[in-house]
């Protein structure tokens, strides 16, 4: 789970960020004029929602003279203490979901930039379309530096939302499930996944999704690891789970396809052979990296198999 | 992390919901309407947002005959294959928050019970403040059988909130750091917590968490536990971390105290102990199951070292 910064790295994609997000700014008034008034200030340059890339960094500029606090919303504080900015969208996102150039952004900068664009992404795509009060249909406001938003006439306070997505890989005597969704690449097979609900415990929702696309039964889920998915809000959860028989009833609705694939079938996969069967999801996906640990994880297994006799 | 369903129980509550979500059904309007037509078909009985406890078990009634389905939501089917619903709020709740009704009633009926409610409040309280549409601020209707709203104008979807929370404890040199927030009953004391925000992973919210509110520095995060809590709509997430240092720099906006426990203290707080050095959180706090896991752990690693030499 570790990788250096570098484009392309083995970082789990749009984590790794570090700006300091300076929550004690966001809801005080003269530090964040203070923030936004300063020479070293910078706004994040996006064409809507997609990223501005030369030279290996995402764009920055100062803000202009005639910016509105109000207009922006305050990421946090980079490494040589320049408050760092994005502009609010006046118009509505042509899209919330992962685009060419957003899926390419991985590649081409340094990880921690990475993050600080989904970031952005997150929240701005969140301003587009709260731009009225859930509770009684009037306007809202920006508040707290663009972290949060206020109704102006109920007063309701509004926050950004990170919706929690569970994506696991059940595992049966050596094999794991992989499925397609409808309209993905051709061969394309990942790890299954869904929205965790209310009312559910993470492990409950992991059980439930396999159960409801796979008709499998599963039990002792293990978290893995996490990642921000900025398509516009998920937070990926990536766990294991065991799963007691390898018969499928697949809902037709939810997936096109599911099969169980041994380790040596990932291993093509992930190594990008010919004749692998099937095509491995993309390092800046979570499901890349549970593959990978799901492999790294039978290889020192069968060591410590090999060790044990001799122990 | 295991326990009986039994009330007051060692389960982590709000977890261990016992209905089959049905979601095939949610969107299939024709069962649906023969799931609401059901002679088996009940409905959870709320004081608004309050359960009703009666002989040890939340109150169900059979569906009016002049109920209307647009009124109501699946909570899903029970192991009778009674399709269970909850009646979407007429007004605004008084409160999202725990009240303490709702707070009793992990200590007065099942565990599934407990669960049903959980997800029947969230659920509920999610509708009541999503009437109108945060896109356009037209008027929303419920949709996928209370899982969803739509816009009667604009036509955005809208789903429930999940909101992700870390709750964590840094551990230092066989110490805990517990925080208590402004306003909690004197003495207690309990693990820090904090809102995961857009564009960070949950190792990323706990690290970030326990440094804006005590001032320490924390590496190695690791994932224990986690708990739907419905007040109104949080996922907690329960997370252990090292701390490099135990100089405190307590955030006072954030929390009144905090302090480093050792092993015997948390024993004689958990124990409920007369000179305990705080007052536990109580069992239906996952911070609890985070205390519970965090002593379970020293036991078994002292008999490791115990083992140790012998092995």
Sequence with gaps: MHGSDAPGSRLIAFGGGRLDRVDHVRSNPVLLAEAFASAQARRVVLDGLEPVVVDGHLVMEPLPADGL?????????????????????????????????????????????????GAARSLLAWHARHRFCSVCGQRTAPAKAGWARQCESCRAEHFPRVDPVVIMLAEH????????????????????????????????????????????????????????????????????????DDALKIDENEIEHAFWCDEAGVRAAMAGEDGAPFLAPPPMAIAWHLLRYWLDERGSEGQVADRGPSA
Tied chains: 1, 2.
């Design 69 to 117: 606090i109000e207009h922006h919303a305050l990421l946090g504080v980079d490494e040589r203490q320049q408050p760092i900015f994005a502009e609010l969208l006046a118009d509505a996102p042509d899209t919330l979901f992962a685009t060419p150039r957003s899926r390419a952004l991985a590649d081409e900068v340094p990880g921690h930039e990475v993050a600080l664009y």
């Design 173 to 244: 005597r050596g094999r794991v499930l992989l499925g397609r969704q409808h309209g993905w690449p051709a061969g394309r097979y990942s790890a299954l996944a869904g929205f965790v609900e209310p009312g559910e415990t993470l492990e409950e929702a992991v059980v439930r999704e396999i159960r409801e696309e796979a008709g499998v039964v599963t039990r002792s889920v293990r978290y893995v690891a996490s990642q921000p998915w900025p398509f516009p809000s998920s937070l990926m959860v990536a766990c294991m789970a065991q799963a007691d």
